[in-house]
Each structure stands twice: as structure tokens, then as C-alpha cells.
């Protein structure tokens, strides 16, 4: 529960043709999650099924282009369970690449038509710019006896060099039409008797001529027409095309839900990668199964596996923790937090599991610093009413609520209301002082407690010199004991204790020292480095500390929204008097809630998981059929 | 990146990493070594001990000198957040710009997705193309349409053109190299670092280089048009501006194009036999302003872009030498292939 479940490393050696197999059916099972390290025995050196892999990558590609363009979604799977053979797959293959060479032509076809669209758009914008002139465009590109021109687009970026370019064979160009991307330009120069260079840069640049068909040497009204004619052609043979797509479609529908059906069965034996390995006719497969799965996996493979097999397991070697799956199953009531925790990072095996304690005391914290009984009452039933949007996330909501709920009775709260009711602890704006020292001592508890979970943390992963000297280690915690005694003393008596004080130098100095000496450089970056980490740690616990303020603040914060809002309230007339209380309780709310809902989680991330949580394990990822 | 903790640790790291720059003595103390002694002394013999072919071993050692790279970019980018980390990044996007025209190229001749995946760098992930969809690509035209529908849309265009017209290609990988030095000059205007001429400096020698040899290449190889070459060349260098382009864009033979160049590349280059002997000396050149800029710039940003220009040098040209005895060259072609060096220069030396 406080960890993640306990695993097994299993191997089973299967004869070669049973892999397939034992692949899906393992993939039924869904706890079984492949092991891709190299093999220990240099007896089974090849890795089966890796043109079976190349097979589907190429398949599984077709197939997901052809989907994207005749917008084809392959339906869930639902039909009988069996092994995909390498032939299947082959002849899938086979077929999808038929489907796609059609469709890929429907592509280029549709690319075309784009093209030629946006052509005619640049020809019908080159147009409006010239109507004013009102010049035959036709003289421009018609072969003249001195002058060579031409009318096309480049980049914009590009038309200065272009410019210059040119300009070193006498040539002249004039933009016309300028965007951020594309620029209409017009070349102008004297023609050349000998072969013209122009082409050659021109090319060069990308230039697309504007290639002004015979018909559109004309007046540009004229020519305005004929382009609209041209539009509508190319939006004709656009439908054209989709129809045809539309049509081929159906015609292939069949034949892309079997392959699609081929490739969704072929997946397991796909995914187990390298975790297989084969040598003559024996095959052997490794891989991570939950402890408490083991029987069920033996007794699966035992009833479908037609032949023989052996299963081999064992517990996970100490070094071989970094690597191990993490598996955290949790009650429905907790789902919505374990989400949360995954955003940060997956824990390492055997590392503490946050969840629960996340969950506690995000929820303690979310009250604590939104305690209303309207505001949790409203904040509960919405997440009742809309538990089918929320889904996994219902829980939240409704323990968010209540939290909120129950620290509106400890405040004496409702919608804002400070006087409808006697706090059962304490009114927060009625001392704030108090509010702040409850505050204090409550981030004191919790890093206390972060710091502590990360020394077990580095003791169950064997690292005694982590848990001793390591960031948030034995050390940093008593060198925070002895800050928070020394800054006690001070505020209590005047001066700093001398036990506290010798605490917090002795610690220091042995952090620093361990800090020198595990640096790999030279000594001038190590006392840098050592320096600055050490001094971070000291200044990471005074300002992670006060960070928790924001708890208090936020609970007075709460108060003086409701007061402002009331206030405001009492400017306005009876109607405007509740229409404001209504819309202010909305506001705080809506803005409020959403904004004590990061802090809290920006605490439990920032001030609580940095300190304890690597969250660096390796999610488990079991072979599965959905 | 403005704390002065940040400048502190950026500089730190470099100046550590810098001890590991190669001069041009220990350039020469390499190519003496045995394969076994370079193993030693870079971590490579595993891979010199594997009983696979030398093609094999090749691309292993590129592989792990790369990584080397970019482990060391992934330290230095350790502090850096905004613009100043956008420039670092963008450096290494030349990388991705080789695997752009390779993937191109492959698809181009009709190569197997294994052959051509065989030939891309790895790369990570920030920086990567989404090559595995390139390369199931089936065919040119259908690469050219994914490619049009990202930021490469411009390279894509300009390769169908070249595709459907079957022109040389020499122009991609101009455009591709210019689209690289162009965005360098992007990220290096609208950064936040403090010493902006030095970091213009340190991309204005690069240019300068490339330009200088582009010029030489299309003029007397390739014997463009005038036009044409300016056209190709980057009118933003660091001492061969827009004006004296356009000036040796006109000028005929190396030995007038070297006279017509101004200083210091005219002295540098005097006597120059021929492109590449010009290159090798355009190539030490930037390393030892880049090495004077490392170490002179107040800001960190720019030490670790020249840092790592440097640093990427020195490694082709390790890889060269290390490339040169798999293949069992005499020193005198290791000397060749040293100064055939890729990293520094345009995809177009690199492919």
C-alpha cells in the first residue's frame, strides 16, 4: 500500500513456434511487462521475430496514413483471440501496401489541386494589384525583342539578395505584393543574345513563376473571369477526388478492418522486443509480473500453451532495482490522487508510494485554506451532479468538498458569513498571529516528515551514505533541527542556544565536506560547487518553511475576499445587495478555489516530493491486447 | 541567463572542459598513436576489440564521440533558460540539418530504410526529426508532402523543384546550410547574452568561412554565373560584408579571389594551393579565434558556444584520424583527411 507492489523476474522458455503464443496470452493477462536487457547467456544470441517487427512497422505506418487521409477509424476490438502468424502479417502487408500506393496517389492529387489552387489565388491577388493599372498582363511575358521579364513569387526573406543578385547581371526587380511569407516580384532586363543566366539564379531562389496561361492575356477584368473559372474547375475535380476517396473507402473498409483486426493481434508479440531471444528451436522470453499475479500467469500459460514450457522465477537483485516496473494498484477513493503523484513521476521500486499521504494532507491543506461550509457544500455537490464528466476524478472533488465543509465549522463560515454560526476553533482574521503559527508548524511537520521518508527511502535502497549526507539526508535534517532551534532560542530567550548553534555548524560542515569530496573535478569547481549546494540547502529550508505560510495566508485571504465582497454588497440596494453576495461567492469561488488548489499542489510538488520522491522509477508497461 | 551564480558555473564548466581542446601538437602526437593507444586514452577500444566490420566500427566511434558531444552540450545547457538557451540549442541543430539532406538523399536513390537509418546521428530528442515517420515514408514525393507540412516546408518545396526538374542538387544543400547560418543570426539578435559582438564575432567567423569557400567552390568548380554565387553566399559575415561579396562574386581564379579578399584572409590564405589546402586554413584559423574568444568573452553564453564549435572541431577531426587508421591510411592521406574535417563546416562537406 505504502509502496509499490512486490515483483518477480520471470522467464519462460518456450519452443520457438510457441512464442507468438505465449506473447498474447500473456498480453491477456496484462501484468506482464517484457525485460529488454541483454541476455546473460551467450547461448540464445538471436533475436526472434524481427522481421515479423519490420513487417507490422511497415504495416502499422500504412495503415495509420491511410486512416489519417480517408479518415478511417479501425473499430475496438472485440473478436476471438488468436495468434497472428508471420504469413498473416506478410500478406496484411501486402494488401496495405496496395491500399496505400491508391491512396498515396490520392494524396499527390490532392497536393496538386492545393498547389494550383493557391496558384490561381496568387494570380487573382496579382491581378487585383495590377486592375488599377489596368495593363494587359500578356505584354509582360510575351516574348519581347529587347526586354525579358518575368512575374513570380519567392520568399520574402529572400528578395533583397535576390535583388542583388540579379543586379549583377543588369537585370531589375520590383516587388509589387508583399506578405510576411511570400512576395510577388516583377523581373525586368534587357535580353541577352547568349544563353540568359537569369533561369539559373531564378531556380536557385525557388522562384515560382506565375505562369499566366495565353487565355489571360486580356484586360484584367476578362481575366478576372476566366480565373474564377479556372477556381471552380479545380474545386470540381476536388469533390471529384474526395468522392472518389469517399468511394474507395467503402470499397475498403472490410479489408482495412481485417488488417487493422491482424495488426492489433500481432501487437504483443511486436512489443516483446528484445526481452525474447532464440537459439535452435528453443526461444525464451523474460519479463516483471506482480508477485500476487504469478499463479495466474502459471496456471494461463499452463491451459493455452499447446507445448511444453518451463517458468522460472525469482526476486528482483538489489542492483536490479533501478530497472524493476512499479506497480501501485489503488482503491477507486484514492485513483484521482494516485494521477496527480504520476504527474510528477513514478516511484522507484521499493521507494515510499506518496499516494496516501498526498491525499491526506492535500486534502487537509485545501481546507485549511478554503474552509466555507457554502463553498465546500456547493464544491461537493458539483462534484456529485458531474461525476460522469469527472469520472476517476469524483473523489477529489467530493473529499476536496467536505474538507472545505468541515473547516467552515472550525472557522465559523458559510458563503462568507463570519457571524451566522460560533467557529467551533477559530474565526482566522480574528488572529492572524495564531493563524501564521499554525502555519509554520504545520510545514515544519511536513518537511520534517518529507525529509524522513527520504532518509527510509535511501535506506531501502541500500545508499546508507545518501541517507546519511545526501540532500534531505540524517545530516540536513539535524542541520534544520539545529536551525529551528537556534531561531527559537533567539525569538524565546534572546540568544542563540549553544547546543542548537554547535548542531547546526557541525552539520553544515559535514555536509560541505561530504560535498567536496563527491565531486569528480577539479578543486576550484568542487569548493564552488560544494559552496553553492550547501548554501542551497540552508536557504532551501528557510524558504521552503515559510513557503507554508501561504496556508494561513490564504485561510485570512479567504475571510477578506468575503469581507471585501460584503462591503461591496452594502453599497448596492437590496436586489443589487444579494445579486453582489451571489456573484462575489461565485468569484471567490471559482478564482479562489482555483487558485488554493495549485498552491496546495504546488506545496505537495515543491516542498514535499522534491525532498523525498525521486520519481524516477520505471512505469510499468504489461503487454496488452487493448 | 542573467544571475551571476549561472555565469559563474557556465564559465567554470568551461573553462574545465576547455583543458580538453587539441591543439595543434596534440594533433600531431594523435596521428602517431596506434589504434590501441587512442582506444586508451578516448574509451574506445571496447569498440576497437569487437569482432565486426570496419564500416561498423566506424559509425560506433562516431556514435560515442557524438554522445560525448552531446553530453557535454546537455552540462552546459545546465544553467541556461530563455533565449540564451535557445542559441546553445540551435547550434547543435546542424546535426539535424545533415539528417534532413541524408533522409533526402536516401530517399532520393532509392535506399533501404536500414541503410539510411544507418547513416543519421542520434540525436536527442529536443532536437530530432521525426525520422522513423521519414522514413516510412514510401517514396520521394511522399516524404516532400510530410516535410511540407512542418517548419522544413521552404527545403521541401525547393527539393521538389530540384526533384521534378532533375536539376543538380547542389542548391539544397546550399539552402539547407543558408537556412542553418540564418537562424544562428536569428537566436544570436534576439538573445539576452551581454557580450552580443563577441557572440557576432564568434558566428561572423563561421560564416565568413563557409562563405569564403562556397565562393571558391561554385566560381571554380562548379564555374557558376556571378549572380548566381552571391545569390547562394550569406551577405551577414563577420569582416566580408554584402558589398565586397557582390565585389568577388565577380572575380575570376583562386589565386585573384584570394588577393581580392580582405584581411585577414588574404594573408591567411596567400599561397593557398588549391580549395582545400584553403580550407584547412580557414579551419585552424576559426578554431584559434574561437579558442581567443572562449577565453576573452565576459559572458559565459558565448564561451560556451565557442566552446563548443571548438570541441566539435577537435572531434572530427579525432574521428578522422581515428577513421583513417581503421582504414589503414599512410600519414600523408591522414593529413587529407584531418583537414577533410566535417563538423565544423556545412552539411554539404558532411553528406
Not at chain 1, 496484411?92 to 491508391?102: I, M, S, V
Request: negative net charge; glycine residues 8%.
Amino acid at each position: 500500500m505504502f509502496s509499490p507492489l512486490p515483483m518477480k523476474q520471470i522467464s519462460i522458455k518456450v519452443l520457438n513456434e510457441d512464442l507468438p503464443g505465449a506473447s498474447v496470452i500473456l498480453a491477456g493477462l496484462n501484468n506482464f511487462s517484457p525485460d529488454n536487457r541483454p541476455y546473460a547467456e551467450n547461448a540464445l544470441t538471436e533475436i526472434p521475430g524481427q522481421h515479423f517487427r519490420e513487417q507490422y512497422n511497415q504495416a502499422k505506418s500504412r495503415l495509420d496514413k491511410i486512416s489519417a487521409l480517408v479518415s478511417y477509424t479501425p473499430t475496438p476490438f472485440d473478436g476471438e483471440v488468436t495468434t497472428i502468424t508471420e504469413a498473416e502479417l506478410e500478406q496484411a502487408n501486402q494488401w496495405l501496401g496496395e491500399a496505400w500506393e491508391t491512396c498515396s496517389d490520392f494524396e499527390e492529387r490532392q497536393r496538386r489541386l492545393t498547389e494550383e489552387s493557391r496558384n490561381i489565388s496568387q494570380l487573382e491577388t496579382s491581378l487585383a494589384n495590377f486592375s488599377n493599372l489596368d495593363v494587359d498582363l500578356g505584354q509582360l511575358q510575351q516574348d519581347q525583342p529587347f526586354l525579358e521579364s518575368s512575374i513570380g513569387v519567392v520568399s520574402s526573406n529572400r528578395v533583397e539578395q535576390l535583388k542583388d543578385a540579379i543586379g549583377l547581371d543588369g537585370y531589375l526587380l520590383f516587388p509589387f505584393l508583399q506578405s510576411e511569407k511570400e512576395s510577388h516580384v516583377l523581373i525586368i532586363g534587357a535580353k541577352r543574345t547568349e544563353h540568359s543566366k537569369l533561369k539559373s539564379v531564378l531556380d536557385t531562389a525557388g522562384f515560382r513563376p506565375l505562369d499566366i496561361p495565353p487565355e489571360l492575356h486580356t484586360e484584367p477584368e476578362t481575366a478576372k473571369s476566366r480565373l474564377a473559372e479556372r477556381h471552380a474547375a479545380v474545386d470540381e475535380n476536388s469533390q471529384q477526388l474526395n468522392l472518389e476517396i469517399v468511394a474507395w473507402r467503402a470499397n475498403a473498409l472490410q479489408g482495412l478492418e481485417q488488417a487493422a483486426q491482424t495488426l492489433h493481434l500481432a501487437v504483443p508479440y511486436v512489443a516483446l522486443g528484445e526481452a525474447a531471444r532464440k537459439s535452435g528451436k528453443l526461444a525464451r522470453l523474460q519479463g516483471w509480473v506482480p508477485a500476487e499475479d504469478m499463479a495466474q500467469v502459471e496456471e494461463a500459460l499452463q491451459q493455452k500453451l499447446p507445448n511444453a514450457f518451463v517458468l522460472e522465477s525469482r526476486d528482483p537483485l538489489p542492483e536490479e532495482r533501478a530497472i524493476v516496473p512499479s506497480v501501485m494498484r489503488h482503491s477507486r477513493l484514492f485513483k484521482p490522487f494516485s494521477s496527480l503523484v504520476m504527474q510528477y513521476g513514478v516511484p522507484r521500486y521499493g521507494e515510499v508510494n506518496p499516494t496516501h499521504l498526498f491525499a491526506l494532507t492535500y486534502i487537509l491543506m485545501f481546507g485549511m485554506m478554503f474552509g466555507d461550509v457554502g463553498h465546500g457544500a456547493v464544491i461537493l455537490g458539483a462534484a456529485l451532479i458531474w461525476r460522469r464528466k469527472l469520472g476517476s476524478f469524483t473523489p477529489f472533488g467530493v473529499a476536496a468538498g467536505i474538507s472545505s465543509m468541515v473547516f467552515g465549522l472550525l472557522y465559523g463560515s458559510i458563503f462568507g458569513f463570519e457571524h451566522l454560526f460560533h467557529a467551533w476553533w477559530i474565526a482566522p482574521l480574528s488572529d492572524p498571529l495564531y493563524m501564521l503559527t499554525v502555519a509554520l508548524l504545520w510545514g515544519i511537520g511536513f518537511i520534517v516528515i518529507s525529509s524522513l521518508l527520504n532518509i527510509i527511502n535511501h535506506l531501502v535502497q541500500g545508499d546508507r551514505l545518501g541517507a546519511l549526507f545526501g540532500d534531505n539526508g540524517l545530516l540536513s535534517l539535524l542541520l534544520y533541527s539545529g536551525m529551528l532551534g537556534s531561531g527559537y532560542s533567539l525569538y524565546a530567550e534572546g540568544s542563540v542556544g549553544g547546543f542548537w548553534a554547535t548542531l547546526a555548524i557541525l552539520t553544515l560542515i559535514g555536509i560541505f565536506a561530504h560535498k567536496l569530496i563527491e565531486q569528480e573535478a577539479s578543486i576550484g569547481e568542487r569548493i564552488l560547487v560544494a559552496f553553492i549546494e550547501t548554501f542551497e540547502t540552508i536557504t532551501g529550508y528557510a524558504s521552503n518553511t515559510l513557503s507554508f505560510l501561504r496556508v494561513a495566508a490564504f485561510s485570512l485571504n479567504h475571510v477578506a475576499l468575503a469581507i471585501a465582497v460584503f462591503t461591496l454588497a452594502g453599497m448596492m440596494g437590496d436586489t443589487g445587495h444579494w445579486i453582489t453576495v451571489v456573484l462575489g461567492n461565485v468569484f471567490i469561488l471559482v478564482l479562489e478555489g482555483l487558485i488554493v488548489a495549485i498552491q496546495v499542489l504546488r506545496l505537495e510538488f515543491y516542498e514535499g516530493f522534491s525532498r523525498f520522491y525521486a520519481g524516477d522509477g520505471k512505469a510499468f508497461k504489461p503487454l496488452t491486447l487493448s | 541567463m542573467n544571475s551571476q551564480r549561472d555565469q559563474a558555473y557556465l564559465k567554470t564548466r568551461v573553462g574545465i572542459y576547455a583543458s580538453r581542446l587539441l591543439s595543434a601538437e596534440d594533433i600531431r602526437i594523435l596521428k602517431q598513436m596506434s589504434l590501441h593507444q587512442l582506444g586508451e586514452r578516448f574509451d574506445l577500444l571496447p569498440i576497437f576489440e569487437q569482432e565486426i566490420e570496419i564500416r561498423q566500427k566506424s559509425g560506433l566511434v562516431e556514435h560515442q564521440l557524438l554522445q560525448q558531444l552531446m553530453n557535454e552540450l546537455k552540462v552546459l545547457l545546465r544553467p541556461l533558460s530563455g533565449r540564451s538557451r535557445g542559441l546553445i540549442l540551435y547550434w547543435p541543430r546542424k546535426y539535424e540539418l545533415y539528417n534532413l539532406k541524408t533522409l533526402i538523399q536516401g530517399k532520393w536513390n532509392n535506399l533501404g530504410i536500414q541503410e539510411i537509418r544507418h547513416n543519421l546521428y542520434a540525436l536527442p530528442e529536443n532536437i530530432r526529426l521525426p525520422h522513423e515517420a521519414l522514413l516510412q515514408a514510401e517514396n520521394v514525393q511522399e516524404m516532400l508532402r510530410q516535410l511540407e507540412r512542418g517548419p522544413y516546408s521552404q527545403i521541401a518545396s525547393q527539393a521538389r523543384t530540384i526533384y521534378e526538374e532533375q536539376h543538380e542538387n547542389f542548391s539544397l544543400g546550399a539552402a539547407i546550410d543558408r537556412l542553418y547560418y540564418t537562424g544562428m543570426l536569428a537566436q544570436a539578435n534576439i538573445t539576452d547574452c551581454s557580450d552580443k559582438r563577441g557572440l557576432k564575432k564568434a558566428i561572423g567567423c563561421m560564416v565568413d568561412r563557409q562563405n569564403i569557400l562556397w565562393l571558391m567552390r561554385y566560381r571554380l568548380v562548379y564555374q557558376f554565373a556571378p549572380s548566381e554565387v552571391y545569390y547562394l553566399l550569406i551577405p551577414y559575415g563577420g569582416q566580408i560584408q554584402r558589398d565586397k561579396l557582390m565585389e568577388l562574386a565577380n572575380v575570376e581564379g583562386l589565386d585573384t579571389i584570394i588577393e581580392q579578399l580582405p584581411d585577414p584572409f588574404h594573408s591567411l590564405l596567400a599561397g593557398s594551393a588549391n580549395i582545400t589546402d584553403a580550407r584547412q586554413r580557414l579551419d585552424f584559423w576559426v578554431s584559434d579565434e574561437l579558442r581567443k574568444l572562449m577565453l576573452g568573452s565576459r559572458d559565459g553564453v558565448v564561451a560556451a558556444l565557442c566552446y563548443l564549435i571548438s570541441r566539435d572541431t577537435d572531434i572530427w577531426r579525432l574521428y578522422a584520424i581515428i577513421q583513417g587508421k581503421l582504414l589503414g591510411m599512410t600519414n600523408e592521406l591522414l593529413d587529407e583527411a584531418v583537414s577533410g574535417i566535417k563538423g565544423s563546416s556545412s552539411s554539404e562537406e558532411a553528406a
